[in-house]
Structures are given as structure tokens and as C-alpha cells.
């Protein structure tokens, strides 16, 4: 398993866990640099991840050192009477601009940032382009980032892809009920999971985590406990958990330098949960396994 660095920090304030906001982008910089010749061998990022294209951009040739992940901008608001040729157009014209963002001529990876993308009409014409840019050599691999559900699952077994991204975690284990990691596997579709910690919930300190998980708070602090019973990190926790289940890249997401070293640290300490049964701490409930429908303001 390889790991990857998210960079949603570095253009946005992001994670249930983040106290300081959106990284500076010197500190940014400091953290993109000092992770070349690391284990982390990707770094994912998007257009909708503000100027994190850019900040990237600014590492010059060090760039070159990892494989770039990036995403398509979403087709939502194309209208439904538009041209399959002229969304796809679209979507080239600003991968384009993401390219010249990044200071590269191509990247690793492009993917399907919004799946709902290719459940619209002109879904095949989308999967069809990406094609095209991975023959004329713009990417290596194509694919999707997506939540868990039979969408994804309906997508992987239709069209022909690389990678899937998707949220796994020990609470969230969608991806695995659902026969995704199964069916991945045997398509050979790398898999990338990202809010591995679920955006910092599971490395959270019980005493700072926010009221309105108190449903599931008895979850999580046997979490804590198991932690402490195990006498390891809950990071070293979660990469075992995902080697255990086959994951390819785990990607994190740091604020700062200090953190990216705490991670590397536990990522680099291999912890063998063969037999560790993690299955009791997932949750099927979406008001907390999907960050997108949390609503709190800090308490």
C-alpha cells in the first residue's frame, strides 16, 4: 500500500478536526517539500480544492517526484439540452487548465469527480474522452471518486476504469458490505481510499469531539479504548486495517508539517490487524459516515 497526500487543507478550511483552517501556503509548501522522498508516493488534488492546483504547480520539478491525482470540474450545472461534444469539450478545455496549474504536461491520474456526471446522458461521451486523453498519453489511468453505493457499483461494472477513490474507514466499511473491494479486485481497479480518518473524527481526543456525534459516542470511545488496549496509535490502526483489506494508496490529509511526520512515523510502523475482527465499529447511518451531511457549528 502506498500513501498519498490529500491537498483539500491546502485550498480550503477542511476536516471535522482541523482547529487552524486552511493551511498557508508557505506551511503548504514546507509540507509538499519535505514529503518528496517520503513514503508518500501521491498527491490528490482538484480543481474544486481552490488554489491547491497552483500550490502544487509552485513545487516546480520537485513536482515530478510523486503521481498527481487530479479531477474533472463538475458538469452539473451543463444543461440537459447541451451536446455530448460540447460538454466533453468542456471538460478537455479545463484539464487543460488544471495541467497548466499544475506546471506539467500530464498526470498520473484524472477522475470522475462527481459520479452523478456519468449517470447523465452524455455519461459515456465523458468515460469516452477520458479514454482519449489516456491514449494520447495526457494520463496514465482514468477513473471515479465516489461515495459508496450501488451507483459505484453499477459504474465499475460498466465502464472500463483504473482507480475508484472512495471514503473506507474502520466506521465507514460501505465500500467492503456492498462488494466493492470484491468487485474492484477482480476488475483490477486500484483502489485509493481517502477520509481514512474521517476527517480526523477517529484520531480525535473523546473529551474535543463535537455534540453532535453523542449518538455514536459510545462507539467511539470504545475506539479509544481499543486503542489504548492495543498500545498503538488509532493511525497505525487504520493503515493495518486498510492493508488488511487490500487498499492500494491511503490518503490523508495533514495541516501541518508536524502531523505529515506523525503520520509517516505510524504509516511506516506496519501494524498487522490479521486478526483483529473491526467490523463491529461500522456504521450504516449516513448523518454520520457521510461528512457531507454533518451539521454542526463546533459544539
Known amino acids: 500500500m502506498d500513501l498519498g497526500l490529500g491537498t483539500a487543507q491546502f485550498g480550503l478550511s477542511y476536516g471535522v478536526s482541523n482547529t487552524t483552517g486552511q493551511t498557508p501556503y508557505r506551511k503548504a509548501l514546507e509540507i509538499l517539500e519535505?514529503?518528496?522522498?517520503?513514503?508518500?508516493?501521491?498527491?490528490?488534488?482538484?480543481?474544486?480544492?481552490?488554489?491547491?492546483?497552483?500550490?502544487?504547480?509552485?513545487?516546480?520539478q520537485r513536482l515530478r517526484a510523486f503521481e498527481v491525482v487530479t479531477k474533472t470540474s463538475a458538469l452539473h450545472d451543463v444543461s440537459s439540452h447541451s451536446a455530448g461534444n460540447d460538454i466533453v469539450d468542456r471538460l478537455e478545455r479545463n484539464f487543460e487548465k488544471s495541467l497548466a496549474r499544475l506546471g506539467l504536461t500530464s498526470v498520473d491520474t484524472l477522475l470522475v469527480?462527481?459520479?452523478?456526471?456519468?449517470?447523465?446522458?452524455?455519461?459515456?461521451?465523458?468515460?469516452?474522452?477520458?479514454?482519449?486523453?489516456?491514449?494520447?498519453?495526457?494520463?496514465?489511468?482514468?477513473?471515479?471518486?465516489?461515495?459508496?453505493?450501488?451507483?459505484?457499483?453499477?459504474?465499475?461494472?460498466?465502464?472500463?476504469?483504473?482507480?475508484?477513490?472512495?471514503?473506507?474507514?474502520?466506521?465507514?466499511?460501505?465500500a467492503i458490505d456492498l462488494g466493492l473491494i470484491e468487485e474492484m479486485k477482480n476488475r483490477k481497479i486500484k483502489i485509493h481510499a481517502r477520509s481514512i480518518f474521517l476527517q480526523g473524527l477517529l484520531i480525535m481526543d473523546p473529551k474535543h469531539i463535537p455534540k453532535y456525534f453523542n449518538p455514536i459516542f459510545p462507539l467511539l470511545v470504545e475506539w479509544s479504548e481499543l486503542i489504548r488496549e492495543r498500545r498503538t496509535s488509532a493511525a497505525k490502526l487504520v493503515f493495518g486495517f486498510l492493508r488488511k483489506i487490500g487498499v492500494d494508496v491511503a490518503i490523508v490529509g495533514v495541516e501541518s508539517l508536524e502531523q505529515l511526520k506523525d503520520n509517516l512515523v505510524d504509516f511506516d510502523t506496519e501494524y498487522n490487524c490479521d486478526s483483529l475482527d473491526l467490523s463491529h465499529f461500522k456504521l450504516n447511518d449516513k448523518n454520520f459516515v457521510n461528512p457531507s451531511n454533518w451539521r454542526f457549528n463546533g459544539g
Open 34 to 60: 519535505f514529503a518528496a522522498g517520503t513514503s508518500v508516493k501521491v498527491l490528490d488534488t482538484a480543481p474544486a480544492y481552490s488554489s491547491a492546483e497552483l500550490i502544487l504547480g509552485a513545487l516546480g
Open 113 to 174: 469527480h462527481h459520479i452523478d456526471d456519468l449517470r447523465r446522458p452524455f455519461g459515456c461521451a465523458v468515460v469516452q474522452r477520458l479514454h482519449d486523453l489516456r491514449s494520447k498519453g495526457y494520463v496514465k489511468k482514468i477513473g471515479v471518486s465516489s461515495y459508496p453505493s450501488d451507483i459505484l457499483l453499477d459504474v465499475i461494472k460498466n465502464f472500463d476504469l483504473d482507480v475508484v477513490q472512495l471514503p473506507i474507514n474502520p466506521l465507514d466499511q460501505r
